[in-house]
């Protein structure tokens, strides 16, 4: 099937984040910030707190159950309106390990070998004693996707290739059943902080899961907390320049322009403009200032609904009925159209 035969769905976005650790400034950037803007565009939304690809590592129960709370907290806070948009955890809609199963009977086990998460994530360590669930982890994101037959995901730039997959999987479903039945995804990977990087290392990406607290900037962080990992920014002692392309060799300092252009909501060229010849003892406060002023607003929120988890429970509870709702006939199309049979009264 062609993009342009997508015309006959329903324009629907989904996108979901793990609750595999406090939510970061990347998160935010990459992908909460953009998910509010689109709900706010008027386009149906669907965003999902994707507790069974947290568990593709080890995760301690009760914490598991406190982060994935505290993440929905934050969706809220950013601006996430769980009457507007669909907000629910993923392990309270089966359809999602069910659509899985038959995904990982079309993906074939050498795409899953070639993503590089996986690679990123087994790197250095025995790739074999990993669980089979961050091996399947895409095919599980496909499920996710296509249970809604979504037709755009937005997502940071780390998630392009676990996207391309998503569509392979459909492209091969639909070949090899001779159907049209699921759309050929679109990833909206957009603006100027698609690829937030660690505050200690600009070659690697901000991360929840990183063991350096000092590398990211949780949502959760108080005003004087963001300041000090702004301050501590690993950076180089060069003034900054007048152009982006002279910034090329300079990760560090590019993250910190970008962060700041994304968190303005400016072009990081205007932020050149406004700041070349000063160095970093000048550009470092004006960052921690727009910072703490965009995100202080949100933990402040937050704070006061993890104050309330029954209320947050309630509130996935109804956000997961919704999803079922959409998610069940096209689960119900899709086992007809693989062959099984449905005869149950209920
Ligand atoms: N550093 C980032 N910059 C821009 N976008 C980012 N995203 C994550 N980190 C950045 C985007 O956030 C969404 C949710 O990601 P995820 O939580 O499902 O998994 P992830 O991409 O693996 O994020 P983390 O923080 O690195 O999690 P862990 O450490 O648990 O693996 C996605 O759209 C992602 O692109």
């Not at 998160?27 to 803007?37: D, S």
């Not at 250095?124 to 994101?141: F, I, T």
């Not at 005003?223 to 392309?245: G, N, V």
């Not at 309630?314 to 086992?335: C, S, V």
Request: aromatic content about 6%; overall charge negative.
């Amino acid at each position: 099937m062609t993009d342009a035969a997508n015309a006959s769905f329903k324009p629907r976005i989904f996108s979901g984040i793990q609750p595999s650790g406090g939510l970061t400034l990347g998160n935010y950037l990459g992908a909460l910030k953009r998910f509010v803007e689109k709900q706010d565009e008027g386009i149906e939304t669907i965003y999902c707190l994707v507790d069974l690809h947290a568990i593709t590592v080890w995760q301690d129960p009760e914490r598991l159950r406190a982060q994935t709370r505290e993440a929905a907290a934050a969706f809220i806070a950013a601006g996430i309106d769980p009457t507007r948009s669909i907000l629910f955890n993923q392990s309270q809609v089966s359809a999602h390990a069910e659509l899985a199963w038959i995904l990982n009977c079309v993906a074939r086990i050498g795409w899953m070998y070639r993503m590089t998460q996986f690679k990123d994530k087994t790197a250095g360590k025995n790739a074999e004693n990993s669980s089979l669930g961050l091996l399947a982890y895409p095919s599980l994101m496909a499920a996710d996707i296509l249970l809604y037959h979504a037709t755009m995901v937005p997502v940071g730039e780390d998630q392009k290739q676990h996207l391309e997959l998503t569509r392979d999987i459909a492209a091969k479903f639909n070949h090899d059943y001779k159907v049209d039945f699921f759309p050929i995804t679109e990833p909206l990977i957009e603006g100027a902080a698609t690829r937030v990087m660690s505050l200690r290392d600009g070659t690697k990406k901000m991360s929840k899961s990183d063991p350096s607290d000092a590398s990211r900037i949780n949502l959760t962080d108080d005003a004087d907390a963001i300041a000090q990992k702004i301050r501590k920014a690993r950076t180089d002692a060069e003034p900054l320049p007048e152009t982006l392309a002279e910034l090329k060799d300079r990760p560090e300092a590019r993250n910190l322009v970008n962060i700041y252009a994304a968190l303005a909501g400016e072009a990081p060229e205007a932020v050149l403009e406004r700041f070349a010849g000063h160095g970093f003892g000048a550009f470092k406060p004006a960052l921690a200032e727009l910072a703490v002023a965009t995100l202080a607003p949100i933990s402040g929120e937050m704070k006061r609904l993890m104050a309330d988890p029954a209320e947050i429970d309630r509130t996935l509870g109804e956000g997961a009925e919704r999803a079922d709702a959409i998610a069940q006939p096209i689960l119900a199309q899709t086992l007809d159209i693989v062959g099984m049979i449905r005869s149950r009264a209920d």
